[in-house]
């Protein structure tokens, strides 16, 4: 079946703008959550979303980040007022409720110029 | 806060050897600790995975192996092959309501011929 899949799969932005980034769950998976990975640095955790619950937000950076899930489907990762320091490649992955196991998409790499 | 420290950073293996890799960790509510092999411009991939009830875990060529009371676990790969140049993350998680991973740094293999 389809996988974990990711648009952009490459961003190149100027500082200051708006950028989003989106999310297609693996179809039937209920928990989605947002990475981040810097070079040479391994996967951050930005927020995870479980069904109907409200998301975990803890790992958001600050403010300028957010991100919502439509449907308990698709979810947008929306950065304002992007920062150099903001370039990184961020992943996303989708798991069963109560699994363990996180599948992974390929991500999109961000680069603010 | 580094929860998970992962070393080496860089390994270079000839093929048909042994590559280890090592993390440890601080958190003792951490329950599950999986292992993700992730290829240059694609996600990471669940490559093995070990609960804290058993001392080592084998699939294939792939080995976990798990010390509690050291707070320490390792990936071992066996008969080391070409195809198995990848970075490698560890990783670390909680029981809970709180599904996020906690990675560690990552590390880079290359085997050789």
């Known amino acids: 079946g389809a996988g974990v899949s990711q648009s952009p799969s490459n961003k190149v932005t100027e500082k200051g703008k708006d950028v989003e980034l989106r999310c297609d769950p693996i179809s039937g998976h209920t928990a989605l959550y947002w990475y981040r990975q810097s070079l040479g640095q391994g996967l951050e955790f930005l927020i995870y979303f479980q069904g109907n619950s409200a998301p975990d937000k803890s790992g958001l950076p600050s403010d300028r980040f957010s991100a919502e899930r439509t449907g308990g489907s698709v979810s947008t990762l929306t950065i304002q007022r992007t920062q150099q320091e903001d370039s990184a490649v961020y992943l996303c992955?989708?798991?069963?409720?109560?699994?363990?196991?996180?599948?992974f998409g390929p991500g999109t790499r961000l680069t603010v110029t | 806060q580094q929860q998970v420290k992962q070393s080496p950073q860089s390994l270079i293996v000839q093929k048909g050897g042994i590559s280890i890799i090592n993390c440890a960790y601080e958190n003792t509510a951490f329950d599950y600790f999986p292992w993700y092999q992730q290829f240059p411009g694609k996600g990471p991939a669940l490559l093995i995975a070990i609960r804290p009830d058993v001392s080592e875990k084998k699939e294939g060529r792939f080995t976990i192996s798990f010390n509690k009371s050291a707070k320490q676990f390792s990936l071992h790969i066996m008969d080391s092959q070409p195809g198995d140049s990848a970075t490698y993350f560890c990783?670390?998680?909680?029981?809970?309501?709180?599904?996020?991973?906690?990675f560690g740094t990552g590390t880079r293999l290359q085997v050789t011929l």
């Open positions: 990783a670390a998680r909680t029981t809970g309501t709180a599904s996020k991973l906690t």
């Open positions: 992955a989708s798991s069963l409720a109560m699994s363990y196991e996180q599948y």
